[in-house]
């Protein structure tokens, strides 16, 4: 369902533009009141961290006129009407830094300046490929790349030094998963929930981030220090589909290394089925959509091998019938009998 707001926007306005942005003016009533609303319009920005092929971040000194300072940045800036972010992104990297972008991640979309502009800000990761030369705008000819390893990137960020806002977001974003891919040595506990309703479909999410940009997967996450795996699960299910959930039982632990189970690294993930108890769907900023699916008619493109967590769940109910008809599981049993 669509939030609700006090407001109303009865007109808006354009009261001055120039090739970047809009000035506008909208009249809104709020209750029985009616207001004016300065703010600028833009068509979106984007901010993109550089990694070049020995795994080493790519970022800028640039000297900002508002301010009369020199800012930490990674390369970004605004996008033109109509333009896909990814596009605005690559031509970024290439007029800023010089480089063409090799391979491309989302890291997901914030508010620059929510209470003075309607503008987001996509943020990305970039691994850089050739060099081509920069192409920079006048103001922009002062910039300094510089090429710093990621623990030096943060501790510039504990430092006294300034960073635009989206380039703290988008290493915020970008640290763990770079950390993941670069020292791939170390093992990170997950889990993953098979939610089954009173109709004993399965709840499903579709990813809006990579890895699996565009797949279905369970909901799931890590495990955090002294959490148990239960109390993981049912967090880690509340926080991606807004549901409370109990867990049954256990459906296995999985540890298979290789990218088509995880590309960020080695994952040992515990797997189980659980209940719905309350709560009201909503998705997470991670997903584009939840949806309740027959277990046997699971869609096509899913993520991180949870179409066999899926399999094994129903294996279990179809080899210990006796146990799961006390737990009332009877819907999913008649159609398993039906099976050959």
């Given amino acids: 369902m669509p939030e609700k707001f006090p407001w109303k926007k009865i007109s808006s306005e354009v009261v001055c533009k120039n090739p970047w942005w809009e000035y506008r003016k909208d009249i809104l009533s709020v209750g029985e009141e009616t207001m004016e609303y300065h703010y600028v319009h833009t068509p979106g920005a984007v901010c993109v961290v550089p990694v070049t092929e020995e795994g080493k971040i790519i970022?800028?000194?640039?000297?900002?006129?508002?301010?009369?300072?020199?800012?930490?940045?990674?390369?970004?800036?605004?996008?033109?009407?109509?333009?896909?972010?990814?596009?605005?992104?690559?031509?970024?990297?290439?007029?800023?830094?010089?480089?063409?972008?090799?391979?491309?991640?989302?890291?997901?979309?914030?508010?620059?300046?929510?209470?003075?502009?309607?503008?987001?800000c996509h943020l990305f990761l970039a691994y850089m490929g050739e060099a081509v030369g920069v192409q920079r705008e006048p103001l922009e000819r002062g910039i300094e790349v510089v090429v710093k390893d990621k623990e030096e990137v943060d501790a510039l960020m504990r430092g006294r030094v300034y960073w635009n806002a989206p380039s703290v977001s988008a290493w915020f974003m970008a640290r763990n998963l770079l950390w993941q891919q670069h020292e791939g040595q170390k093992t990170r506990i997950t889990v993953d929930g098979i939610?089954?309703?009173?109709?004993?479909?399965?709840?499903?999410?579709?990813?809006?981030?990579?890895?699996?940009?565009?797949?279905?997967?369970?909901?799931?996450?890590?495990?955090?220090?002294?959490?148990?795996?239960?109390?993981?699960?049912?967090?880690?299910?509340?926080?991606?589909?807004?549901?409370?959930?109990?867990?049954?039982?256990?459906?296995?632990?999985?540890?298979?290394?290789?990218?088509?189970?995880?590309p960020r690294g080695h994952v040992v993930s515990t797997c189980y089925a659980l209940e719905v108890k309350g709560g009201r769907l909503k998705k997470?900023?991670?997903?584009?959509?939840?949806?309740?699916?027959?277990?046997?008619?699971?869609?096509?493109?899913?993520?991180?091998?949870?179409?066999?967590?899926?399999?094994?769940?129903?294996?279990?109910?179809?080899?210990?019938?006796?146990?799961?008809?006390?737990?009332?599981?009877?819907?999913?049993?008649?159609?398993?009998?039906?099976?050959?």
């Fill in 59 to 120: 970022i800028m000194k640039h000297p900002r006129y508002l301010l009369q300072k020199n800012f930490w940045e990674f390369p970004g800036g605004g996008m033109k009407e109509g333009q896909a972010p990814e596009d605005a992104a690559c031509a970024e990297v290439c007029e800023e830094i010089g480089y063409e972008v090799k391979k491309l991640i989302s890291l997901g979309s914030i508010a620059s300046w929510a209470g003075v502009s309607d503008e987001i």
């Fill in 195 to 262: 939610v089954v309703n009173r109709k004993k479909e399965i709840l499903m999410e579709k990813r809006q981030i990579e890895p699996f940009k565009g797949c279905w997967v369970l909901p799931g996450g890590h495990v955090e220090y002294n959490e148990t795996l239960k109390k993981a699960v049912v967090r880690e299910v509340k926080e991606e589909t807004g549901l409370d959930a109990q867990p049954l039982w256990m459906v296995g632990v999985y540890s298979e290394p290789g990218k088509d189970r995880d």
């Fill in 284 to 340: 997470n900023q991670e997903s584009s959509q939840l949806k309740w699916f027959d277990p046997f008619k699971l869609p096509r493109k899913i993520g991180f091998k949870h179409d066999v967590l899926v399999r094994d769940y129903i294996k279990q109910v179809k080899q210990n019938r006796s146990f799961f008809e006390k737990l009332g599981v009877t819907d999913v049993l008649k159609k398993i009998r039906g099976l050959r």
